[in-house]
């Protein structure tokens, strides 16, 4: 009996993982405002220190995972994700949630490009591989969908710290399917790592995510902010240079002169921008504006996952058949309309009539951009090298998901704080006006101690939710433009891979290829 079917859900199981524990955290974000006395800055570094550590990482962990074999590295960042999410159970400041958020982030960046590599040893037929990275797209959208309503249930009846805790048992049993179905698989030739492009990729995203959140403190304006955007667009040019100049980089950047390949990154770096910025603001929306409850909360975003899931797998089945230039496009103008119709909600806005219909349309975008884009770029590498393209997939969606939350979540702290400044300056005094700037789970206890307060918290939210979401609409639609023009059409077909040409070390008695 094949094990494809046994090793496809145990890698779609480990990706599930790491998509709960975005969403878990995302509504828990709220309880964590309040129980831990956690501005917008912080709750920015809650998300991001996890999407950070994760997108910086996932380039070499990639190439490390190629070189030293898939399942071992799958094996070893399941057991430091589900032993930090132990850990983060266990603290009791943000400080300390924020940095085991990184830890969690590089056991994920070890995870999940063992998981696409994985698929992409397995699957080497177009069609096959196509429907298994549907598959694939379909468990990210199940963490989406089951992240906020666990995370909601657990909140309804435990503290916050009950969201980690959930996360160690699902670790644990993935790792017992790997250790069963998962055959090894690895690549000898893959090089040494490059550690000097590694060093200075990781210190340029790492400039540009703290200089993007923290210009709301220090204003978009300031000399503080002017030289991080100097310092990460010099380390960023550092990194092309560096990476041109070694025999073997971490990332081959001439890779992006192939439309097909940056085109897709583009697309998937859009989506996750627009997805994690999405959920950042939305969980804040739904329980500080609405006042509904995190179970409320966790249910009311499932529309969204649920349709991510579907749409995943119809644009895996229509990509070959009308192309991906197709699919990706309609799937981005979907996307930027969605937004753009979001930006009109106010407080008293039908979830049933209205909202609804934003997140299936939304959920329907990234469904059709996602897993087409995917394919896309792990055509452009042979088999024996899908841990390289997997990789670059994972960080075009890590830096898209990051960049979301620190862009998007830094334009609505600045807006919500400049709009609040006019609103309550004189109504209530300067220490408790700077507190309900910086912390939204703060203005929203004020509201309900003093009168008037609470009609201007929910327009400065609001202001800053509209303004957001315009940004991501536009983006979005202009992406779409550009997918029209550089991702390929139906008339491209994909050389047939012959398994001689893929296979790889592995054990004797297991042949990743084996049909």
């Not at 753009?340 to 979830?351: F, G």
Request: net charge negative; hydrophobic share 55%; proline share 5%.
């Amino acid at each position: 009996m094949t094990r494809k079917p046994l090793v496809l859900a145990t890698v779609c199981l480990a990706t599930l993982t790491i998509n709960l524990d975005t969403t878990i955290v995302n509504v828990a974000l709220p309880s964590l405002a309040r129980e831990l006395d956690a501005g917008t800055r912080d709750l920015l570094w809650v998300v991001d220190g996890y999407n950070l550590a994760f997108a910086a990482l996932v380039l070499a962990m990639g190439s490390l995972s190629d070189r030293f074999g898939r399942r071992p590295a799958l094996i070893v960042g399941l057991a430091g994700f589900a032993a930090s999410s132990g850990a983060a159970a266990l603290v009791g400041s943000v400080e300390a949630l924020i940095a085991l958020r990184f830890v969690m982030g590089i056991s994920a960046a070890l995870i999940f490009p063992t998981t696409l590599s994985i698929i992409a040893n397995t699957f080497t037929e177009r069609r096959e591989r196509a429907a298994a990275l549907g598959i694939w797209g379909a468990a990210t959208g199940m963490g989406v969908a089951l992240g906020p309503v666990t995370g909601g249930l657990l909140l309804e009846h435990f503290s916050w710290h009950s969201v980690f805790w959930a996360l160690v048992p699902v670790g644990v049993v993935t790792i017992a399917l790997a250790l069963a179905f998962v055959p090894e698989s690895r690549d000898p030739a893959v090089p040494a790592l490059d550690k000097p492009g590694l060093l200075v990729s990781v210190a340029a995203l790492g400039s540009l995510t703290w200089t993007i959140i923290e210009a709301p403190a220090h204003g978009w304006t300031s000399p503080t902010t002017l030289a991080g955007f100097a310092v990460a667009a010099v380390l960023v040019a550092v990194f092309v240079v560096l990476e041109r100049a070694v025999a073997h980089p971490m990332l081959d950047v001439t890779l992006f002169l192939d439309r097909r390949f940056s085109a897709a990154c583009a697309s998937v770096t859009v989506a996750f921008f627009a997805l994690f910025g999405f959920i950042f603001l939305i969980t804040q929306f739904f329980q500080f504006t609405r006042d509904y409850s995190a179970l409320g909360t966790g249910l009311r975003i499932l529309p969204v996952a649920t349709c991510i899931a579907l749409a995943s797998i119809v644009g895996a089945n229509l990509a070959p058949r009308i192309g991906t230039k197709a699919v990706v496009s309609t799937g981005l103008a979907m996307l930027g309309a969605s937004f753009l119709w979001i930006s009109t909600i106010a407080v008293d806005t039908s979830y049933a009539t209205t909202i609804v219909p934003q997140m299936v349309l939304m959920g329907l975008g990234i469904g059709l951009i996602s897993t087409p884009a995917t394919e896309s770029i792990m055509q452009v590498l042979p088999p024996a090298r899908a841990g390289v393209g997997s990789a670059v997939n994972d960080a075009t969606r890590e830096l898209g998901g990051t960049l979301g939350v620190a862009v998007i979540g830094s334009l609505f702290a600045s807006l919500y704080a400049d709009r609040l400044d006019l609103l309550l300056t004189g109504k209530v005094d300067g220490a408790t006006l700077d507190q309900a700037k910086e912390s939204v789970g703060f203005g929203d206890a004020l509201a309900a101690r003093v009168p008037g307060v609470e009609s201007a918290v929910n327009a400065a939210f609001l202001d800053g939710l509209s303004a957001a979401t315009v940004v991501i609409g536009l983006l979005c639609l202009v992406a779409a433009a550009l997918a029209v023009v550089a991702l390929p059409g139906r008339g491209w077909e994909v050389p047939e891979v012959t398994p001689d040409a893929t296979r790889v070390e592995t054990e004797p008695d297991v042949l990743v290829n084996d049909r």
